[in-house]
């Protein structure tokens, strides 16, 4: 069976001359094979479920299907309240004669010339390699180490330049960096006497974002479990500008047996960060509050697990004291 094929490949036309089957279809293949032109296709970039302060995550992205083989990936930053920075820009090295094909492929070149290099972020040059189609990929990998000062609410942005593209391809990510809370001790006073009314007090502090709740219970003696007292919960709140103070959606005073609490404000700090200072009043009884356990526990997005801090309580009776002092005075007098 005889026949004719023509091929348009780049504005150039091959004509065939009569081949045997076999050979017809080789060369058809071929033809398509080296003359073909195909865009690039970009994934959407991979990122964890959280960026959590300080914990080093990947970001990954594939750019793949093109032809031929020259191909620019910029990556941009762009943080709140300042210009748009370029982080990596990678090209397909000029005159390259190693094949793709090789299983590693060609390693594409790092530009630094314009680029800014951010503490944040590191990456090694990718590498292109060849399908078994005959286009391209590479494959991006970025590590990140967020810092809430700087890295809270910034997008990243991924740019695609090929000669097929009239526009370049684009994918973003936008980072929301949480900072898990630290607790202080609980503070309260010394020689606590049945009848006083003492303060305890802890803090909350350095936490992204604010959402978080504080629950507050106690377990007396008679108790098998400890029971809680206060329930705080303050939501998220939209992104905004940082004020030195940010009214609490909750703020309320309650009195549960020997217990009284007030949220006081919630606050935010220069870096982003947030803190709650807590108190709660007790009015010491000593046949109900001595030996008890005070538990704040802390539950946020950034923790897998709460944050608890405890004391146990001492209250002595006003009897007890008098006796005491009693028999102080009388061995000063011996």
């Not at 081949?19 to 279809?25: A, L, Q, S, T, V």
């Not at 080093?56 to 300042?82: A, Q």
């Not at 820009?89 to 530009?111: A, H, M, N, T, Y």
Request: proline share 6%.
């Amino acid at each position: 069976m005889l026949a004719r094929w023509y091929i348009r490949a780049n504005s150039c036309y091959k004509c065939g001359d009569h081949y045997p089957g076999i050979f017809r279809e080789f060369e058809y293949l071929m033809l398509l094979f080296v003359r073909f032109t195909a865009p690039p296709k970009i994934t959407e970039i991979l990122k964890p479920v959280r960026f959590i302060h300080g914990q080093r995550s990947d970001l990954s992205w594939e750019v793949t299907g093109f032809k031929p083989k020259e191909i620019e990936i910029v990556v941009l930053l762009t943080r709140k309240r300042k210009e748009q920075l370029t982080l990596f820009v990678w090209k397909f090295p000029k005159d390259e004669k190693r094949s793709c094909q090789i299983e590693e492929g060609v390693p594409l070149v790092d530009i630094k010339d314009g680029c800014e290099r951010v503490n944040s972020f590191t990456a090694e040059p990718p590498r292109c390699v060849q399908l078994k189609n005959g286009t391209f990929s590479v494959k991006c990998l970025i590590g990140f180490c967020p810092d809430v000062s700087e890295d809270d609410g910034a997008q990243m942005t991924v740019k695609v330049h090929h000669k097929i593209l009239k526009t370049p391809l684009e994918k973003s990510v936008k980072f929301d960096v949480e900072v898990p809370p630290t607790m202080t001790e609980i503070k309260m006073p010394t020689g606590i006497v049945h009848g006083d009314k003492v303060a305890l007090t802890w803090e909350v502090n350095g936490f992204n974002p604010q959402a978080i709740e504080i629950a507050v219970l106690v377990k007396r003696k008679v108790d098998q479990e400890a029971k809680e007292l206060f329930h705080w919960q303050i939501p998220e709140k939209e992104k905004q500008t940082i004020p030195s103070d940010i009214n609490p959606s909750v703020k309320e005073t309650t009195q549960v047996n020997s217990f009284t609490a007030e949220v006081a404000k919630i606050k935010q700090t220069d870096n982003g960060t947030f803190s709650v200072n807590c108190s709660a009043t007790m009015c010491a009884d000593v046949s109900r509050d001595n030996g008890a356990e005070f538990t704040v526990r802390v539950k946020h997005t950034a923790m897998e697990n709460p944050l608890t801090g405890c004391v146990t309580l001492h209250v002595a009776g006003k009897f007890y004291l008098c006796v005491v002092s009693s028999l102080y005075v009388g061995l000063r007098e011996l």
